[in-house]
C-alpha cells in the first residue's frame, strides 16, 4: 500500500534560516505529491503539489521537488518567518481509483524571532 | 476564494450517543471525502463520495459509520453509538475531480466523554 514517512518534530528555527523537511513515500502507483500545511486553530491548506517526476512546486516561498528517482519530495524554504510557524503535512494520493490522500505524522515547525 | 465549512467546530457527545457532523464543500465540486486526526496522530482516511455513493472507505469506517449527502449542498458523517476512541478531529474535503487536489475543511473537533 501507500505510504509516507516524515522528519520527526519539532522542528525549531530563526527567523530567517533555511528549512528542509525530509519527506520520502512508497506508492503502488504512480502518485501525486502534495504538501500541505496546518496553522494552529485551523484547518488543512494545500501548500504545494507536483505531479509527475522533476515537478517542482512552489508557493509563499516554499519549494518541493518531485524525485522519483530517490522517492523524496522534501520541502524547503530559504528564509522563514514567524508567520511560517505550522504543521507540515507531506501527501500522495493514487492517480487511480478516486484519489485517497495518505498523509505522513506531520512536522511541527516553530519560528522564534 | 470558496472554501469547505464544517459544523460545529466543537462538538461534546456521551459515549453511546449519535453524532451527525456536517459539511458543506465547494458548490461545484463532486468528490467528497471525510478524514479524522486523532490528538498527535497522523490524518487517516476514512471515506470517499462520488454519485451519491461512497466509492471507497477505509478499514475504520465500520457500521457504525455512515454518509450522507441530504441535499445538493450538505455531506455529513454519521456515527451511529459513540465510543470514546471516536474522539478525533473530523475533517471534510471536496474536490472537483477525482484527479484534483482536495480541499479542507477546517475540522470538528469530537470528544466523547
Given at each position: 500500500g501507500n505510504s509516507v514517512t516524515q522528519m520527526e518534530g519539532p522542528v525549531t528555527l530563526s527567523e530567517e534560516a533555511f528549512l528542509t523537511i525530509n519527506c520520502t513515500y512508497t506508492a503502488t502507483g504512480y502518485p501525486s505529491l502534495?504538501?500541505?500545511v496546518q496553522?494552529?486553530?485551523e484547518g488543512l491548506q494545500l501548500l504545494l503539489k507536483a505531479t509527475k517526476a522533476d515537478d517542482k512546486g512552489s508557493n509563499k516561498g516554499f519549494e518541493a521537488t518531485y524525485r522519483k528517482e530517490t522517492t523524496s519530495f522534501h520541502l524547503e524554504k530559504?528564509?522563514?518567518q514567524v508567520s511560517d510557524s505550522a504543521v507540515y503535512f507531506c501527501a500522495l494520493s493514487d492517480r487511480r481509483g478516486y484519489q485517497k490522500?495518505?498523509?505522513?505524522?506531520?512536522?511541527?515547525?516553530?519560528?522564534i524571532p | 476564494e470558496p472554501e469547505v465549512?464544517?459544523?460545529?467546530?466543537?462538538?461534546v457527545t456521551q459515549m453511546g450517543q449519535e453524532v451527525i457532523l456536517r459539511c458543506v464543500p465547494i458548490s461545484n465540486h463532486l468528490?467528497?471525502?471525510?478524514y479524522r486526526q486523532i490528538l498527535g496522530q497522523k490524518v487517516e482516511f476514512l471515506v470517499s463520495f462520488y454519485n451519491n455513493e461512497i466509492s471507497e472507505k477505509s478499514e475504520i469506517f465500520d457500521d457504525q459509520f455512515s454518509v450522507e449527502r441530504p441535499d445538493g449542498s450538505n455531506f455529513t458523517l454519521k456515527i451511529r453509538s459513540t465510543k470514546l476512541e471516536d474522539s478525533a478531529m473530523?475533517?471534510?474535503?471536496?474536490?472537483e475531480e477525482g484527479a484534483q487536489p482536495q480541499h479542507f475543511g477546517d475540522g470538528t473537533r469530537l470528544s466523547i466523554l
Open positions: 502534495f504538501w500541505y496553522y494552529p486553530g530559504g528564509s522563514v490522500v495518505t498523509f505522513g505524522t506531520g512536522t511541527k515547525l516553530q519560528v | 465549512t464544517q459544523t460545529p467546530s466543537h462538538q468528490y467528497f471525502y471525510w473530523y475533517f471534510c474535503a471536496s474536490s
